[in-house]
């Protein structure tokens, strides 16, 4: 059974969430201050947007399983719903669970790094109720999902919240205030491509089946040779604005740590690329575009941690 739910829960796909999270708490720790209040305070906010991820899979696999559109010859992992381990009811429950866990992780988060502020702390807490909202409904009820508007939704989710949400309730932590600073935005823009790009993986591998189930993604709207364009133009903003960010606010020769970082997500566009109307071939590309971002995004981590030891 807890494999079962393991399985539902899709662990490889966290690994994306928790580092893109990891980087806007590490950009608090450089411009804030290290200490074990903020350490704690990360680990709430981390383990809040894994718990975030986990209720979005299990959203995904609920709606997907009331429309009828995981068939059985998909490309993708056969998901417990699938095969009746889990039933619809049990999933249901389990994405309750995963929401209020969400929630206290969440909201002790926010009551630690912005208490000081009322109206901020407000904001936060409305912020932390759209994601929730926009986890579930991602293919339940107005399935924006299904409508074209996922890559819009993980870009603002996984990118910009992901690292300036962060970012500012670090900072703030370590008195700081609520300022923005640009590595963070551009990175910020950067991380919102490379994960766009997971989601882009994905709905290339199963274009041809959501048509028939009427799942409208943008893979399906651009077609076979648009779509490969279009991500390679998404590594390309990742990789221009990781850059950007680099020289604006760090040191030159960190750029061969972020060159290197780079490499596997690099070299999984270029497969993307090559293989894009063969279905099949790219189901694997998931997998190592995901984990391309998130050694990418510990190359940063290694930045940051190397100037605020060395430099700063």
């Not at 059985?72 to 992992?77: A, I, K, M, N």
């Not at 619809?88 to 630690?112: E, P, S, Y």
């Not at 924006?144 to 890559?151: E, L, N, V």
């Not at 500012?168 to 700081?176: D, E, F, H, Q, V």
Request: net charge positive; with cysteine; charged share 10%.
């Amino acid at each position: 059974m807890l494999q079962d739910w393991l399985l539902e829960a899709r662990l490889r796909t966290l690994l994306l969430s928790a580092t893109n999270t990891a980087v806007g708490c590490a950009l608090g720790f450089y411009y804030g201050a290290f200490n074990l209040y903020n350490l704690a305070a990360a680990f709430l906010i981390v383990l809040t947007a894994v718990l975030l991820q986990v209720l979005s899979n299990f959203a995904n696999d609920y709606g997907d399983a009331f429309r009828g559109a995981d068939r059985s010859d998909r490309l993708g992992p056969i998901r417990a719903i699938m095969t009746g381990s889990i039933t619809v009811r049990q999933l249901r429950r389990g994405m309750a669970v995963v929401t209020v866990l969400a929630c206290l992780c969440g909201l002790g988060a926010v009551v630690m790094t912005l208490g000081n502020d009322i109206r901020v702390l407000a904001w936060f807490l409305f912020a932390g109720v759209i994601c929730i909202v926009a986890a579930i409904f991602y293919t339940v009820g107005m399935a924006y999902g299904y409508k074209g508007f996922g890559d819009i939704s993980v870009f603002i989710f996984f990118g910009l919240l992901s690292v300036l949400g962060p970012q500012i309730m670090i900072t703030n932590a370590s008195g700081g205030g609520l300022e923005i600073y640009p590595d963070a935005l551009l990175l910020a823009f950067g991380l919102g491509a490379g994960s766009v790009m997971v989601l882009h993986v994905n709905n290339m591998r199963d274009a041809a089946q959501d048509k028939i189930s009427g799942k409208r993604t943008l893979a399906t709207r651009l077609g076979t040779r648009l779509s490969a364009i279009y991500h390679a133009a998404l590594f390309a903003v990742t990789v221009l604005t990781s850059f950007a960010a680099c020289f604006l606010s760090h040191k030159f020769w960190e750029f061969a740590i972020l060159a290197v970082g780079l490499i596997p997500l690099m070299a999984s566009v270029i497969r993307v690329m090559k293989n894009c109307r063969d279905p099949r071939v790219l189901a694997p590309e998931l997998k190592f575009t995901a984990l391309g971002n998130a050694v990418h995004n510990i190359a940063w981590i290694i930045v940051l941690i190397v100037d605020f030891w060395v430099y700063y």
